[in-house]
């Protein structure tokens, strides 16, 4: 990677660090504006790293008021990153250190250290949060057990590990685990527990408590439920135990992110946590069920083995995002949930991948490490992890992991201690596949077929295009999923994998009666770009026969981006076999609801543009706009009678359930009447906007009302309905960003932002707002650069308080290289004018740094 600017860290200077922490006591005498904490902190000498060193403690924003060594009173003047102490003063086989601060957690707006939501405490310490909490060697290369006081006149006062006494004004807990700081987590606050049990397989009785505030304690049900299944999950399929007495979760209205695994009190933004049928959603339950596994899983791939720097963060987030995915696959539908997470690493990660942030899996050197909690560490680090699988076969997969917990419990691990089990456990050499980590950019991969007398040939070129700092790039081993189907569509070639690792390679399959065609990169079995030229039949063939379900449905994706690439880039019309292989999917009762509902969705205008640009052409954000809307039109009426028909037989009676099954039912029943709404001026929307007794079918209608152009009445009335609701509300606000009409977006957003409800200050309601309108791809872009202005000043507003926000929120603009001139210029101006601006944060100025080259 570029240099990002004189304060970048990189991976090459990790140096083990010289004192190692036993024990830490902490006690917390809590007060918004002046919370005390004490810290008394057992060091021993790390036997690796010979000779005398300084010890150096991170701190910031911290008031020392003493510090000691084995009691000794120490005269220290802290720096503005930390405090150092000379070696001279540190007895050689270890010592005591002991301190006192004071912090104030009613002024911390970052929302990372000790801050305060709606009255109560709260902590988030990953990455660097510790160091705002007290003096500590805040990396996680340093495990320690950790005993804490609280002390504060508050019902509910928690931290991690096991209970170990409490009191009128205070609570003791104990973890017996050594951990990293970022692992830390403290709540203090009114709350109410939704509480169950979970019996371990060697029956360790748990007590499990979500922990909300008072009023929301009956939307945890589902939580709760998800957070048991995937205990059992873990056990059964990964054969790891929860390891304390009490599981805690805390739901908390101001989080940065969505939740954070500290160990066993995990704490929750709280729209991944509360839900009833009246006010989430089909895809916020999914949602809940999803990041609740996530973070449990975090148990074992995080907590009992960690990172040793923040540079092998896709170590523990990979692994646990790929295993979230399993435990959601076998919850639900695995075919449904592959092409789920093909979208998001589609549209999140490729867009980073093929821009100025691109980057490793794991990064070489950064700046801010909040910048790197990226969807390539997430996304594509799980797609690392499931092409490995892949390769090694299932059962070598478990036999690498096994060793992998059986190694390093207890360790903070590298990317290399990682592959070394897999080579270690399977016996192959894996120095190649470490190119997944080590490289950045999205390969291209372009298959050619040649057909000569039964014998189907295919050659493969592989090409990674350059990105910042990797100017020239090597082959990558790429994992192909194929089948190949006979004309009448039976399977002559049922999947095989091969093994690309070179830059061009060539496949023969031998003595075939007819000219198959091929089903290449079945279940998307690596994450790259495939191009290859196929015509419009084909697809339709495909679309209809392949037996991989993937690859069926990226059939008819594949056709659907083609077709709207042409009508946005020459104004054609699409094909008829377009619609009529649509009209077979939407007419097969074979299928599950949710598979065709995902059929039936249209790329987005977003996607559209990167395949455009890939192409070599200059998106146009407003004639994709036309386009997309057009095809959307000729479809519905091309298919109006099957749409009525499945909207009718798709309506899911009796009292809702978030299961699958109805889901998927609900899924094709909204995308039908979004189609239809656009026929029949919104009457059915209208009709099922006030009969919903969900929010799903609610916020659906009115969806699909404000898509054409309706839906003012229906606003104001949900906005009524829902004013009191915080997370509804939050829907309120992205929705109508996300669907006002391109040459309004910048009028309705600057209504919405000067609405009495913007509260700015919270992270759910900015990206709502701000994140909404850049998914807005026409308004976003609309020629006059109204909305780039608007999302900059705001991210000039919020970078004071929130930089961690505010840097995340800026990567609207990085696909500003995609476009015409005007537009680059326009963007540019607003990240120069940003990067202009006196006392940026560290945080938003890499990102802004990075964007500009
Ligand atoms: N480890 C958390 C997870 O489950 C994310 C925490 C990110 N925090 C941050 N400040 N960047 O994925
Ligand atoms: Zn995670």
Redesign the pocket.
């Known amino acids: 990677m570029k240099d990002a600017g004189p304060q970048a860290i990189h991976l090459s200077d990790y140096a083990p660090p010289p004192w190692l922490v036993e024990t830490v006591h902490l006690t917390f005498r809590l007060d918004p504006q002046s919370t005390r904490v004490l810290s008394r902190i057992r060091f021993r000498r790390n036997p690796a790293v010979p000779g005398d060193h300084d010890l150096w403690l991170d701190g910031e924003k911290l008031t020392l008021t003493r510090a000691a060594i084995d009691g000794q009173p120490l005269d220290l003047v802290p720096e503005s990153t930390g405090l150092r102490v000379p070696a001279a003063l540190l007895p050689a086989d270890g010592f005591e250190w002991t301190a006192e601060v004071s912090i104030a957690p009613a002024e911390n707006t970052t929302l990372?250290g000790l801050y305060m939501s709606k009255g109560m405490y709260c902590t988030?310490c990953?990455?660097?949060?510790f160091r705002k909490i007290t003096y500590y060697p805040d990396r996680p290369d340093v495990m320690a057990r950790f005993h804490v006081r609280i002390e504060g006149d508050l019902p509910v006062l928690l931290s991690n590990g096991n209970p170990a006494g409490s009191g009128d004004g205070w609570a003791e807990w104990e973890d017996p685990w050594p951990k990293p700081s970022y692992l830390f987590a403290l709540v203090a606050g009114d709350l109410v527990a939704h509480s169950g049990s979970f019996t371990t397989a060697s029956g360790r009785d748990v007590a499990l408590n979500i922990w909300v505030r008072p009023g929301d304690e009956t939307k945890c049900a589902y939580a709760l439920d998800s957070l048991i299944r995937s205990m059992r999950w873990d056990e059964e399929v990964y054969g790891r135990e929860y390891d304390l007495d009490v599981f805690n979760i805390v739901a908390v209205d101001d989080f940065?992110?969505?939740?954070?695994?500290n160990k066993g009190l995990n704490i929750f933004n709280s729209r991944y946590v509360l839900a009833s049928p009246e006010t989430a959603t089909d895809q916020d339950y999914e949602n809940i069920e999803r990041?609740i596994a996530?973070?449990y899983f975090?148990n074992w791939t995080?907590n009992r083995i960690t990172c040793r720097d923040w540079f092998q963060l896709c170590l523990?987030?990979g692994l646990?995002?790929y295993r979230d995915q399993q435990f959601s696959g076998d919850m639900r539908s695995h075919a449904v949930k592959r092409i789920e997470d093909v979208l998001t690493l589609r549209t999140r990660q490729f867009r980073e991948d093929g821009g100025p942030l691109a980057h490793n899996v794991r990064p070489e050197s950064y700046v801010e490490?909040?910048n790197f909690?990226t969807a390539t560490v997430?996304e594509k680090g799980a797609e690392v992890i499931g092409m490995l699988r892949r390769l090694v076969g299932a059962d070598a997969y478990d036999a690498a992991l096994r060793l992998y917990f059986e190694r390093h419990d207890g360790q903070a691990c590298t990317i290399e201690d990682w592959i070394a089990v897999f080579e270690d456990a399977t016996h192959r050499d894996l120095s190649q596949f470490k190119r997944w980590y080590t490289q950045a950019g999205t390969p291209r991969l372009r298959v050619s077929e040649d057909w000569d007398d039964g014998t189907l040939t295919l050659t493969f070129r592989q090409w990674v295009p350059p990105t910042p700092g990797q100017p020239l790039k090597e082959a990558m081993p790429i994992p192909v999923a194929l089948g190949l189907l006979a004309p009448d569509g039976t399977e002559v070639q049922p999947t095989v994998v091969l093994e690309l690792t070179d830059p061009e390679q060539s496949f023969r399959f031998e003595g075939l009666a007819e000219r198959p065609v091929p089903s290449i990169l079945r279940g998307f079995s690596a994450p790259v770009i495939l191009e290859r030229d196929q015509s419009v039949e084909e697809r339709a063939f495909l679309l209809a026969h392949d037996t991989d379900p993937f690859n069926r449905w990226e059939a008819g994706r594949s056709l659907a981006r083609d077709v709207l690439a042409d009508m946005a880039t020459n104004g054609s019309e699409p094909p008829q076999l377009f619609f009529d292989g649509l009209r077979s999917l939407l007419g097969d009762r074979t299928l599950d609801p949710a598979f065709v509902a995902l059929a039936l969705r249209l790329p987005s205008e977003e996607a559209i543009a990167e395949h455009l640009h890939g192409q070599g052409h200059t998106p146009d954000p407003a004639a994709i706009h036309t386009a997309r809307r057009r095809l959307s039109l000729l479809r519905a009426q091309d298919l109006a009678a099957d749409l009525g028909c499945r909207y009718h037989e798709m309506m899911v009676p009796g009292p809702y359930s978030p299961d699958a099954g109805p889901a998927g039912r609900r899924a094709l029943r909204n995308a039908a009447l979004a189609a239809l709404s656009q026929l029949d001026g919104g009457a059915r929307a209208a009709e099922q906007f006030y009969g919903a007794d969900n929010m799903t079918e609610q916020l659906a209608a009115l969806s699909a009302l404000l898509e054409i152009g309706a839906g003012e009445t229906e606003l104001a009335a949900f906005h009524d309905r829902w004013k009191g609701d915080r997370l509804v509300m939050d829907k309120w606000f992205s929705l109508q960003a996300m669907l006002a009409p391109p040459d309004r977006a910048a009028s309705v957003a600057r209504t919405l932002a000067g609405h009495p409800a913007f509260d700015w200050k919270n992270p759910n309601r900015f990206r709502a707002l701000i994140g909404g309108l850049a998914a807005n791809a026409a308004g976003f872009h609309d020629p006059s650069g109204d909305c780039y202005r608007f999302v900059a000043d705001w991210l000039l507003r919020l970078d004071p308080l929130n930089p961690?926000m505010a840097a995340r929120m800026s990567t609207a603009f990085e696909t500003w290289g995609r476009y015409d001139g005007g537009r680059q210029t326009l963007i540019r101006q607003e990240l120069s004018r940003i990067e202009a601006t006196e006392g940026l944060s560290r945080d938003l100025r890499e990102m802004v740094m990075r964007m500009l080259g």
């Open positions: 990372m988030q990953e990455a660097e949060g940065n992110m969505g939740a954070m695994e990041i996530h973070e975090h995080g523990k987030e646990t995002v490490i909040n909690y997430y961690q």
